[in-house]
């Protein structure tokens, strides 16, 4: 996960230690994703990935995997993670504003606490990025903390439903947002969040 709205050094630092969204397992939403069968077959991006945990349960499972995080720290360790699982991943610096991937690259994008970090200002320049890298009918899957979550202990910016649907709607068809939960190391339970699936609409 990585969040651009603050600036790029504050990211390095949180990864000097082990930030709170880094609980060195993917998140159980993706987990059920993967199997419910719900990813298309092919390549899939997992965009703020982090140390790499939720691409590398993919990867495990057969899926050809690139992930992009702003941290060049949560890379280098992602790296190191599927070099030491003798895994195949591809994982590069980069902003989720302006990805370095072709258009229609992707059959599958994976979001794992990335689009709560956004500013309403940022949104639909990334929504537009996610639908360029994705071919037409990919499939977007996002988990996000919803406004179920109390905000008394701070953290990432709470979404509502109607926010999500605001944002992507005009370039995707919702096919769900449901209550989840996103495991992190300060929640026993998980915080209260949304995972939202979404097909890239064919213009």
Same mark, same amino acid.
């Given at each position: 996960?990585?969040?651009?709205? *603050?600036?790029?050094?504050?990211?390095?630092?949180?990864?000097?230690?082990?930030?709170?969204?880094?609980?060195?397992?993917?998140?159980?939403?993706?987990?059920?994703?993967?199997?419910?069968?719900?990813?298309?077959?092919?390549?899939?991006?997992?965009?703020?990935?982090?140390?790499?945990?939720?691409?590398?349960?993919?990867?495990?499972?057969?899926?050809?995997?690139?992930?992009?995080?702003?941290?060049?720290?949560?890379?280098?360790?992602?790296?190191?993670?599927?070099?030491?699982?003798?895994?195949?991943?591809?994982?590069?610096?980069?902003?989720?504003?302006?990805?370095?991937?072709?258009? !229609?690259?992707?059959?599958?994008?994976?979001?794992?606490?990335?689009?709560?970090?956004?500013?309403?200002?940022?949104?639909?320049?990334?929504?537009?990025?996610?639908?360029?890298?994705?071919?037409?009918?990919?499939?977007?899957?996002?988990?996000?903390?919803?406004?179920?979550?109390?905000?008394?202990?701070?953290?990432?910016?709470?979404?509502?439903?109607?926010?999500?649907?605001?944002?992507?709607?005009?370039?995707?068809?919702? !096919?769900?947002?449901?209550?989840?939960?996103?495991?992190?190391?300060?929640?026993? !339970?998980?915080?209260?969040?949304?995972?939202?699936?979404?097909?890239?609409? *064919?213009?």
């Amino acid at each position: 996960m990585s969040r651009p709205d *603050r600036s790029l050094s504050s990211w390095e630092d949180a990864y000097k230690s082990t930030p709170p969204w880094d609980v060195g397992r993917p998140q159980p939403a993706f987990v059920e994703l993967l199997r419910a069968r719900e990813l298309n077959k092919g390549r899939v991006l997992d965009v703020g990935c982090g140390t790499g945990e939720n691409a590398l349960y993919l990867a495990e499972n057969g899926f050809s995997v690139s992930g992009v995080d702003l941290s060049t720290r949560a890379i280098a360790a992602a790296r190191a993670k599927t070099a030491e699982r003798s895994l195949e991943a591809d994982f590069r610096a980069g902003n989720a504003l302006s990805l370095e991937f072709r258009d !229609n690259t992707f059959d599958n994008i994976i979001d794992s606490g990335l689009f709560h970090t956004f500013t309403d200002h940022d949104r639909p320049a990334f929504t537009r990025e996610m639908a360029r890298v994705l071919v037409p009918g990919g499939r977007y899957f996002m988990l996000c903390f919803s406004e179920k979550e109390p905000t008394g202990w701070g953290g990432p910016r709470r979404i509502t439903r109607a926010e999500i649907e605001e944002s992507f709607s005009p370039l995707f068809s919702i !096919n769900y947002i449901r209550d989840s939960s996103f495991a992190t190391r300060i929640h026993n !339970n998980g915080g209260k969040a949304y995972v939202t699936s979404a097909t890239r609409k *064919r213009v």
